[in-house]
């Protein structure tokens, strides 16, 4: 578990400063002002709920999507309402571009592929990013598709509940509380700060944990800055207090991971070395030697393995405790047909959190139900079959790129 604790240290670190920073915003009314202009452009039900799905994937690749999810559902989501989009669909489009597209790729804060690179031998996170990009594309284009076409055709049989629907929802919300001037400020600052973190990090070819770094100690900064500004004399009993509670969400996130991901971390060469001793092997390395000696092994079964495996792991719901897994997986499957390990760790990642992340396991999707108000069995339901086909197809197109 030390070891594994060490592994996740530094993701667990930014993935928590990130938290804290959108704490911040969301007490001083910053997050509200950053997401308005989103607002102005949903004119009807089409165009709300692309608007809410790419406003929570923008907002979840900076921020992680469970802190995103309160800025869309309390922000967002009515306003999309008014325009005609049901609950639900608002619901859908949170998960699926957030909890599954945005946290599945994970390019900014690269929390995800951090881990898969670590089980998977990788240095670079990068690597796992680059290989997966075409998958990623391919899963989000057909779940996103299969779903915004199940929704319209329920919106087409129920348009009078869906009005009621919408009436009853407006009736209930509140308005957001005028920021001040200094909030204003920071409101257009803080897009420019993530925005030059981005040029930062193409010009300066960061990567990994450098860059896992620039994103964790601009979100600091920005934190104490608000906490400056707005709060004065008591702003560092506030900078305290917003770090606590992003250690308080981050922990509560990684702690069922660091002792999952200890068991599986075992299972690989570099990590058990650190454990079992310098001739450790690694339980995995092991097991797939012996098959790709004694099996025959093609890319379709191992592709297939992979997804299952990881969808297997996303079971818990975090969606993180398998990604070990995966990595190792990939990198004992990848060397045995000589395959591509990026495009193997990119699978495993993709399954494990599209499943566990928080879009088809009711106890995943808990967040989004509660903020927009439906029912999580209703909504892991209506996610259930765009996201099963969207793995479908993801794993053939990955057979013939591996």
Known sequence: MIAAGNEFLGIIVVISLVVGMSKAMSETGIDALIAKPATKVMVNADVAFFVTGISMLIVSWFVWPSPAVALIGALITPVAVKAGLPVIGAAIAMNLFGHGLAMSNDWIIQGAPGVTAKGAGLADPMVIIKSGIPLFLVMGVVTITIAYIMLKRDMSANKDHY??????????????????????????????????????????????????????????????????????????????????????????VFAPVIVIGAFFFLGGEGT??????????????????????????????????????????????????????????????????NGDVGVLGALGQLSAIWVGGGTIIPWGIIPVAAICGVEPMELARRNFIPVIIGLIVTTIVAMFIV
């Open 272 to 337: 058990a070395k650190a454990i079992l001793g310098e001739n450790a092997t690694g339980l995995l390395n092991d097991i797939g030697l012996f098959l790709s000696q004694n099996t025959p092994i093609s890319a379709g079964p191992i592709c297939f393995i992979q997804t299952i495996i990881g969808g297997i792991t996303g079971l818990d719901g975090s969606g993180f405790s398998g990604l070990p897994l995966v990595g190792s997986l990939a990198q004992t499957f990848g060397t045995a047909i």
């Open 163 to 252: 009005a009621q629907q919408a009436l009853n929802y407006t009736a209930a919300t509140t308005e957001v509380k005028e920021p001040s001037g200094a909030a204003k400020l920071m409101a257009a600052l803080i897009p420019v700060a993530f925005i030059a973190d981005v040029v930062a990090m193409l010009i300066l070819d960061l990567k990994g944990g450098d860059a896992t770094a620039l994103i964790g100690g601009t979100a600091l900064v920005i934190m104490s800055v608000i906490a400056m500004v707005e709060f004065k004399g008591e702003s560092l009993e506030k900078i305290t207090n917003y770090v606590r509670d992003g250690f308080v969400f981050g922990i509560s």
